[in-house]
């Protein structure tokens, strides 16, 4: 998710981000990490734990991309299928 220059938050300049993410009605019980776009691995660790059809959100602190691409995240799901919104409260330069 491209998070710099979208919604406000300025396109160059934040290094992380306060962002609400909610998991909706995912088709499986699942966990979400979000995480840098540029990290060469996903955190051993989940931001989110959802059960099957629930929508539940949870705040998250989340550093983001530095190399290209810049001033992205990338969430991963466990398992099934799930949509993600994502609103960011604030940033960190």
Not at 15 to 38: H, K, Q, R
Not at 70 to 86: C, P, R, W
């Amino acid at each position: 998710m491209q998070v710099t220059g979208v919604g406000g938050v300025p396109s160059s300049g934040p290094v992380a981000v306060i962002a609400n993410v909610i998991a909706v009605s995912g088709s499986s019980e699942t966990y979400l990490t979000v995480y840098p776009a540029d990290s060469s691995t996903t955190p051993n660790a989940s931001d989110l734990n959802a059960n099957a059809g629930e929508n539940i959100p949870n705040l998250v602190i989340v550093k983001l991309s530095a190399a290209s691409p810049a001033g992205k995240v990338d969430v991963y799901n466990s398992l099934g299928t799930i949509n993600i919104v994502m609103d960011v409260e604030g940033w960190f330069q």
